[in-house]
């Protein structure tokens, strides 16, 4: 029997009611496959003794027969000649390369030697190749809070379904600012109002079927934003600058692209541009001599935005310099001078002046007086006191400098004192000592016994004293500047040897004293001890 002969015989059988129902032939589909590759619709049939198996397609209008399988040969139909495989142990059907037109419903029927027959039917689905997946913006660039974004993710393919991802993260859908639309080809990704945060990226769309995954490529969006945070730093200057200083101003924002700036002067735009303002340039527009408001306004070219930061304010202010303090040039004599002491700078603005005299502030008083605006102090009727160092100090908010004067008050000698033993005795060696405060120091002249002697020190010193040297000794200061001269007289006694013993000391008596009322205390104790100690005889 040939194979057609079969094919009619299993027709014939399953229209006389022998075939049986679909079960356990094949697997549930539907079977996916790609088109241009084969495909095996595998059976479920282990070796089955049969008679005839055939295999047929449907596009769900007409059916057409694709092979016969019978005594272990098959017979392919001509529309599928060189397309189609058939393994005549199980029944397996290898079809390809596939076209689209091979989607459809694959039936097969078995008789087997028993006569008995199964029918089965399962469903392949050819699938078009992922490919071509493609993201377009509907603009190049955006601008936050005011663009609203539409990308669309197309690519080539069956049954495909789309994903987005920004990032690691998915975009999902809130239904208000972010929606997604789904069409068979395509997948729409819509932003209203969108934000710098939306697309960082990369944004990827992914397109799917049940066989294949593609990715399109990265794709990115720059969002334009700001300024905004527009600050100067610092934000807080000291109310006065130092003129010449080192000193600048720098303003800075969030914004992309990065803003441009421009800083004003009380609200007047100056000539300056960038987003650092040195004081060299303030100082170069002749601001600053008075307190003034400094801001900057940053700009963004694609948002059109301009926004202004915080007032900083300052003043700037020359420092003190060549501070000169001037006094008496003249010889100054206590209690007939006076001294007018001045003070100056030869540049900057001076708020404060203070006084010093020897590292302690200079009080006024009935003869110290100031100037009214302490440039300068009176001194009247000079005394030893005021000699020392005077020192000017003046300062502004930006600097102090300082100067010193040293001023010298002659006087004296004041009245001269001579220090030393009024006795000594022969051979001890003594010197006498004559002190005068004077300024300046007092020369000193010596007279023994009213004979000027070559001494000229304020020592005298006499080695191996006689008996001849006893006598007055006076000493005499002399003040070249003032003119003074002031005198003391001493009585020295030279004695002989011994004449000077001085016998027991007050202590030395006293302790001979304590000794002998212990040693007499003493001795009475014992006495009357003994006598407690020996026995008296009764005269009875």
Request: proline share 6%.
């Amino acid at each position: 029997m040939d194979l057609l002969s079969v094919k009619t015989l299993l027709v014939l059988l399953c229209f006389t009611g022998s075939c049986v129902g679909q079960d356990d032939i094949l697997p549930d589909g539907p079977v996916d496959a790609i088109v241009g590759r084969n495909v095996t619709i595998k059976t479920l049939l282990n070796n089955p003794a049969f008679m005839v198996m055939t295999w047929s397609y449907s596009d769900g209008a007409e059916l057409a027969s694709i092979v016969a399988v019978a005594q272990g040969s098959f017979k392919v139909s001509n529309a599928y000649v060189g397309r189609v495989w058939v393994n005549v142990t199980n029944g397996d059907l290898t079809l390809g390369p596939l076209k689209t037109t091979d989607s459809g419903d694959y039936s097969i029927s078995v008789t087997f030697s028993d006569l008995s027959t199964k029918a089965a039917e399962i469903k392949l689905q050819v699938l078009e190749p992922v490919s071509d997946v493609v993201i377009k913006s509907n603009m190049p660039e955006a601008i936050e809070h005011n663009s609203t974004v539409i990308l669309t993710c197309s690519a080539k393919g069956s049954f495909l379904k789309f994903t987005w991802t920004n990032g690691t993260a998915p975009i999902v859908a809130d239904g208000k600012r972010i929606t997604l639309k789904e069409e068979e080809k395509s997948s729409t990704l819509t932003i209203a109002g969108v934000l710098r945060t939306d697309l960082v990226g990369p944004i990827v769309c992914t397109a799917a079927n049940k066989l294949e995954t593609e990715k399109s490529a990265a794709f990115n969006m720059t969002v334009y934003y700001g300024p905004e945070a527009v600050a100067i730093t610092p934000p807080n200057p000291p109310p006065y600058l130092r003129a010449g200083s080192n000193f600048s101003l720098s303003c800075a924002a969030r914004s992309s692209p990065p803003a441009t700036f421009v800083w004003y002067h009380n609200n007047t735009m100056m000539e300056a541009g960038g987003p650092v303002l040195t004081l060299a340039t303030i100082e170069k527009h002749k601001f600053g001599k008075t307190t003034g408001e400094y801001t900057c306004r940053a700009a963004n070219a694609k948002t059109l935005l301009t926004i202004s930061s915080p007032v900083v304010s300052f003043a700037v202010m020359d420092p003190i310099t060549g501070v000169k303090v001037t006094g008496p040039t003249e010889t100054l004599i206590a209690g007939n001078s006076s001294a007018n002491i001045s003070c100056m700078a030869t540049a900057g603005s001076v708020q404060t002046t203070t006084w010093l005299k020897d590292g302690k502030p200079l009080a006024a008083g009935a003869r110290v007086v100031f100037a009214a605006d302490l440039s300068s102090v009176m001194i009247s009727t000079l005394q030893k006191e005021d000699n020392g160092e005077f020192v000017c100090q003046l300062s502004n908010p930006v600097n102090k400098e300082q100067a010193a004067y040293k001023m010298v008050v002659n006087y004296g000698p004041e009245p001269a004192t001579v220090t030393g033993p009024e006795a000594i005795e022969v051979h001890d060696d003594v010197t006498l000592k004559c002190a005068a405060a004077s300024v300046p120091p007092a020369s000193f002249t010596w007279k023994f016994n009213g004979t000027v002697v070559e001494i000229k020190t304020a020592e005298f010193p006499i080695k191996d004293p006689k008996y001849r040297n006893s006598g007055t000794y006076m000493c005499e200061a002399y003040n070249a500047v003032t003119g003074k001269t002031t005198s003391a007289s001493h009585f020295l006694s030279v004695k002989e040897e011994g004449a000077l013993d001085e016998g027991l000391s007050d202590g030395a008596i006293a302790g001979i004293v304590i000794a002998v009322l212990v040693a007499l205390g003493a001795a009475i104790g014992l006495i009357i001890w003994c006598r407690q100690k020996v026995p008296v005889e009764s005269p009875y």
